[in-house]
């Protein structure tokens, strides 16, 4: 029987010794998946006989001595947000409900070309908007942790399932934080790669400009994997990056000796819970120990960060998002003329916060308000920007906490999006500048028991030595490998 | 419209035209451009806005709107992006277009024009790259969108590389507009990197139409008049929008900012939206696309590639081949009419003045008659140097030769079958004609006599016997010559 608590890298080796097949390894996935789907709810659409179906392939491909890759054959899953050929694709909205795209979005077909096979579809908030998953238009993904939780959103649905043990790993997407804070709130790794490392295409669009695909998994080292998988230059996507992509796993062992790690002095104050910085602190001191030096740092323009996220993601949302009118694909509302048409479909098809992001998208954006709102956004952005090229003059690395909080209660923010919006306070910055970030566990909150995650940001394309620092902490700590590190579910 | 009316006021018009490219694929996506065909069969996710799908640039496209640009003498630009325009339409598959805004890849250029009215600089204000719609076709109601039963929409066009010129408000007349479009749909024909069909949509022209008191400090109100298909249209449509707005402005009437549609049938225009209907297109920076910036070395290869422009080839015509400037006029509308001139003379070899009348006397009208374009015809331009040549050997004389070329024409067969076929070919074999002429020597003792004794006036009737035995084939200036050579000798 395998262990479904067994990072994908060991799975690997045990493929390739004859341990387990993929097959097996699939199949208790599958199984451990479909045993806490009733208390998690991530899937919106499971492939699971396509799964099994790709993973006798991988067997039958490792026999004949033509594996595609170390873990061909170990199973994933996809949020949402990605377009699977024949597979019905959402973004959590029900103005998509019944689509099936005829093409494979990139991240996709590498993974499959990997030999990955795909468990399925997973929940999340609709079109990436939100941080607790609460805005799926299909009920929404509960922290394995706590039921009465959410799991942390946008990409509620793969933090949930690779959380409870149901998935080594999956792909999910961070436009403001929607991996590394529900990484957090779960306690699993979630690492936001350089924007342009991986490819969107076929992603479906939330804000171009922010969005990536970024991978979940229990350890660090998977998820440098996952991500190794599908990073690099993709001609389709005119934003992704053609440098040749490093290896991530080549020198993860190597430590932090030396490694200058800032501290953010803005993020320091109040706005996190007392557990959070207690866990998030004691991290301080282990990579510390470690070897690291630690020292403060300011970054004056992150707390602008929340306000020119607000306008500049709600913008080029506002124009994403204004193909879903009916006409070509989706859902459509039966009406007599185009304008009624189109107007029922968007009303009846999404969900109050998407429609609250269009409205502010467009505003920010219309003639007469377009310097004063989205204009000062960009420059803030600018700002954000060269402050941490600033703040990388001195430091390798910097640190803080993923989230302000733990978990919160499911119904607890829905009525006060501000609140909601706040929760991405530390990983938003770190989109607008385009760099890399992880958060990495760091414990169970003193407070309620709830995991906390630590941040760890990098330089732009400097994956590696985050990768580093992450891994080193994360075998000193020890904690994902321990009983603790498992959700009670 | 009396002289007064003329003498007090003036127009003002601004041209805007968009043509089609004629690249291999699309703007954005590989599909391949061409025209009509099966509805909705050059397609894919990209030019249909599939959820996730990207748009990456046709670098062969932003080269064949550098070439127009740089032939209307434009600056280009040092750096440059594509933007979104957004309004929603149900053939535009995004709801928004991509487009460029203020940054257009051409500026402040130039084209002079000539005509009755004299010579006009008119002013390019911008030359800019952007993709085409899809088409829609409204069935039932009045034939638009608003009251129709339904819309059938074909998106092979979707996303077709568009260029829009935009000029100055330079232009001052109906003619001056009509040969400013016919001389940029030269211009534009002679780069090859559009078909410049107006019927087939490939040209496109709006007008902004404006007439004021002379001497006035602003413009008049603005009306833009759409929908004018061929040249002719353009003439039509802007003659009679300059008779009614000055009418209006002579009874007192106030003029209202407006749009107006062409009606080919009646030749008039009617009002199609007033300036209540403006639209806020939300322009943005496009996320999905990064800047470019032209190299110089880019833009020098590409302006040493220019062809030889219709301007210079004008001015060439005179100069080398001697012709008039109305006649180049005629020549030059084209650049395949010009392309056939010249092969043509070449073919011919001798005074190309010649040629230029057979082309402008006669073919002309016979394109006319049968509404095509010269190189549409079925005759090759060797073979009407070969009518020339038939004619200048005195085979046949001018007036059988326009009998010749009528059947040429119809039939795409050289002169000389055409006129062997109809038995108009003149015998000028001397030795052939010299037997029938001995014969008639022979019966016509006494005439021959005649002459013999200097009586010239009786060669005639001599002549008239050789021509009739030869059945009008005998050249009659050799005839007449070899009869003199036998009765004066
Ligand atoms: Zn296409």
Redesign the pocket.
Known sequence: MVDTWTPAAELGHAMASGDASAEEITTAFIERGQAVEEGIHAYLAPTFERAVDEARAADDRRTRGEALSAVDGIPLAFKDVFVTKGVPSTSGSRILDGWVPPYDATVVARCSEAGLPMLGKLDMDEFAMGSSGENSGFGGARNPWDAERVPGGSSSGPAALVAAGGAPWAWGTDTGGSVRQPAALCGIVGVKPTYGLVSRYGMIAFASSLDQASPFARTVEDAAMLLQLACGHDPMDSTSIPDEVPDFLDGIDAGIEGMRIGVVKEFQGEGAQPGVRTRVDEAYKRLEKLGAKIEEISLPSFEYGISAYYLIAPAEASANLARYDGVRYGYRAPADDIVTMTSHTREDGFGDEVKRRIMLGTYALSAGYYDAYYGKALRVRSLIIRDLEKAYEKVDLIACPTSPTTAFKVGERTADPLAMYLSDIYTVPVNLAGNAGISVPCGLSPDDGLPVGLQLIAKALDERTMFRAAHAFERDFGWISSAEGRPPL | MSTTTSDLYETTVGLEIHVELSTAS?MF???GVAFAGEPNTR??P??LGMPGSLPVVNERAVEYTMKIALALNCQIVEHSLFHRKNYFYPDMPKNYQISQYDYPLGSSGVLEIAGGFGTTRVGITRVHLEEDTGKSQHIGGSGRIADSDYSLEDFNRA?TPLVEIVSEPDIHSADEARVFVTDLRALIETLGVSDVRMEEGSMRVDANVSVRLKGAAGYGTKVEVKNMNSIRSVGRALEFEEKRQREALMAGDELLQETRHFDEKTGATSSLRTKEFAFDYRYFPEPDLVPFEPSPEWVEAVRSSLPELPVARRERFVRDYGLGEADVALLTTSRATADWFEAAARAYGGDAKKVVNWIIADLFGLLNEAGIELPQSKIAPEQLAGLVKLVDGATISGKQAKSVLVEMFASGKDADAVAREKGLEQITDSSAIESVVDEVIGENQEAADKVRAGNLGTIGFLVGQVMKKSRGQANPKLVNELLRSKLEG
């Open positions: 699309k996506c590989g599909c397609t894919c990209v030019c996303g």
